[in-house]
């Protein structure tokens, strides 16, 4: 089974409207962490959001937000008011492992090109 | 503050060559990393370093072999390059994952080395 599945390839959103990239995640670990890098097409990852297990509220970063939904193991990021800055390639991740230290996994989805439209 | 950086950031190699990638960084962080990026497939860990002085396998470690003799290096070689190694290398860092996890458990990465083996 896939760790990180993210399920939409590409996607196309109206510059100004809202979109919503989807993440699923499995693991049988308690204490895990969620992340959300930008890839445009100059290459760089670029962090922008995280989300812990142990949160109980979304993690908001300006314009991003993250939709965790602990029971579905869903972690939705929501980028309002989008820009045609936004276009790029969009990864879901996750670092799970004993935190004590030690082995950790980190794993991530195939990504969600996102194209935003004049 | 650098971050992360790598050296050199392209390189074209022939089959049978061997080649090192080098990743520095200057955030005093324990955990390094060495991850390829191919198309449709996000990026896989090759290997990856919790401290000075130790490695260990990744999801795809064939043909790969790392070394951390500094805590701020990570050098990834390949000792007898193969087409399929064809692919664009990130390095990156973060600190050990706590048992309540926190964003600053981030992964920063370093801005890649494209590698063409031809």
């Known amino acids: 089974a896939q760790k990180i599945t993210q399920t939409q390839p590409g996607m196309f959103v109206q510059e100004k409207e ?5 993440c699923t995640y499995d693991t049988s670990d308690q204490s895990y962490g969620l992340f959300w890098y930008k890839q445009p097409s100059s290459g760089e990852m670029i962090f922008l959001i995280y989300q812990g297990s142990y949160d109980e509220q979304n993690a908001t970063e300006g314009r991003y937000s993250l939709n965790f939904q602990k029971a579905r193991k869903s972690a939705n990021l929501v980028i309002s008011a989008s820009q ?19 082995y950790q996994k980190v794993t991530f989805g195939t990504g969600t090109k996102l194209q935003v439209i004049p | 503050n650098a971050g992360v950086t790598q050296t050199p950031k392209f390189r074209v190699l022939k089959t049978g060559q061997s080649m090192t990638l080098l990743c520095a960084q200057d955030m ?6 060495w991850y390829r990026q191919d198309p449709g497939m996000g990026l896989r860990l090759i290997h990856y370093s919790v401290g000075e002085g130790t490695t260990a396998k990744g999801e795809v470690p064939d043909g790969y072999n790392v070394s951390r003799l500094k805590k701020q290096n990570f050098l990834l070689g390949l000792e007898s390059a193969a087409p399929s190694q064809t692919s664009v290398y990130f390095c990156a860092s973060s600190l050990p994952l706590q048992v309540h996890p926190s964003s600053t458990d981030t992964q920063y990465f370093g801005p890649g080395t494209r590698l063409t083996v031809l």
């Not at chain 1, 936004?86 to 030690?102: I, L, N």
């Open chain 1, 84 to 102: 045609l800055g936004d276009s790029a390639m969009y990864f879901c991740a996750m670092r799970e492992g004993p935190a004590s230290g030690g």
């Open chain 2, 28 to 33: 005093n962080h324990e955990y390094m990393y």
């Open chain 1, 18 to 22: 809202a979109v919503t990239l989807d």
